[in-house]
């Protein structure tokens, strides 16, 4: 990213600038989903006008005892009418990690997959006598856990390696919140400490696209605002941050990280290079891992809530005085389908090498729980729907 500043300017000149910037990039970016969301209206409302006009056409030519002609798809409107909605794009409120042709959709720029094999004797507690899953799911990676029942319901490609793009979060809050209460003396964490935003942190989020809270350079924000920013509208500012709060650095927490893998043995078949979920090459785990980190992450109450809130406005600053307001779009989604219970934990995430990813915890009307961890899928709303599915076809 590139700033130029006059000739000798100072310190507090510079990082002026740099908010200045930052704040046009942010309206850039709204100005565009505005457009989006107005050409979205505008597509659907000529693809509804074409299925009536074909309606009408086929109706006269039944009536004059005619065949229809066959009707050509459009893979322009089909594109345009599936397209993530605003929420997911950019870094309002978005799970979504660019990558270079992120323009490209997911399926046609995907990596080959690659295949770890588990030694299922590392995980006695878990029954894997499974089934397959529903054509209706497109998730070309899937698991169903059954917690109470300790066994794996369906799966399919469980074990194949993956990004695991913004569901690498979990684990960020999960090592986050133990390490931090290692250091406490009752191990209750200070949620209402405070961290100071640098500008490292803010240009690492920008630079890389990253889906961000919107925090600045110089922001002073509190503990408890970095778990929820890192969770719930996917901020890789806030993740950055809560690294470095932690550990110093980023590159020291995601050694972190890897020793928590090594801890729940799944050092083997995962490991992570980033806290935030960015496509790399080493950082890679499977859809049963998430499964697993999702399980861990969800036995501390805390953690538990920042995965289920679906708003949060985080505290009042000099920068933001009445906070900034976030939510988690895969909860507000699925809320309102029928799916035989609640979802209470959740985070997505994307990259081109994974598609559009989920992991879900699940509460059905008898309170027993299961999580539903899946990749590949061709958007956000089918991905949310794959969910659906997989949760409406436990017995």
């Not at 909605?85 to 997959?113: F, L, Q, R």
């Not at 995962?270 to 049963?288: E, P």
């Not at 029928?338 to 995430?349: P, Q, R, W, Y």
Request: with cysteine; aromatic share 8%; glycine share 8%.
């Amino acid at each position: 990213m590139a700033f130029e500043y006059r000739e000798n300017a100072s310190d507090e000149e510079k990082r002026l600038a740099r908010q200045a910037m930052y704040k046009k990039m942010r309206a850039e970016k709204e100005r565009i989903l505005r457009r989006r969301k107005i050409l979205k209206v505008f597509f659907a409302g000529i693809l509804a006008a074409g299925v009536f006009s074909v309606g009408y056409v086929t109706v006269g030519n039944a009536i004059k005892g005619d065949e229809p002609e066959p009707v050509q798809e459009s893979s322009g409107l089909v594109s345009l009418a599936d397209e993530e909605s605003p929420a997911d794009s950019g870094n309002v409120g978005s799970d979504t990690i660019t990558v270079s042709g992120s323009g490209t959709h997911p399926e046609e720029t995907k990596e080959p997959v690659e295949t770890s094999e588990y030694d299922y004797a590392d995980y006695p507690q878990i029954d894997f006598d499974t089934k397959g899953i529903s054509d209706d799911v497109i998730s070309t990676n899937a698991v169903l856990l059954d917690l109470d029942g300790n066994r794996v319901i369906s799966q399919r490609g469980m074990n194949d390696r993956i990004s695991p793009a913004s569901m690498t979060k979990v684990m960020t809050v999960l090592v986050a919140y133990e390490e931090l209460a290692k250091k406490s003396r009752d191990g209750v964490i200070d949620l209402d400490d405070t961290f100071t935003m640098t500008i490292e942190i803010t240009d690492y989020a920008y630079s890389n696209d990253c889906s961000s809270v919107g925090f600045l350079d110089g922001e002073v924000v509190t503990v408890r605002d970095l778990f929820y920013g890192t969770i719930l509208p996917s901020g890789g500012d806030a993740a950055v941050g809560l690294a470095c709060y932690v550990a110093g650095s980023q590159e020291a927490f995601v050694e972190l990280m890897n020793e928590k893998l090594k801890q729940m043995d799944l050092d083997e078949s995962a490991h992570f290079t980033n806290c935030v979920g960015l496509f790399d090459d080493d950082h890679y785990c499977s859809v049963f891992d998430i499964a697993l980190i999702m399980r861990e992450a969800a036995k501390i109450d805390f953690l538990r809530d920042v995965l289920s809130l679906h708003t949060y406005t985080t505290s009042g600053t000099e920068h933001h005085p009445d906070g900034i307001t976030v939510s988690n779009w895969f909860l507000r989604r699925i809320e309102d389908r029928d799916k035989g219970g609640e979802v209470l934990c959740a985070k997505t995430g994307f990259v081109n090498q994974s598609g559009n990813c989920a992991v879900s915890l699940f509460t059905d009307n008898d309170g027993k729980e299961y999580i539903c961890a899946s990749a590949g899928s061709s958007s956000s709303w089918k991905c949310i729907a794959d969910h659906v599915n997989m949760y409406l076809s436990i017995d």
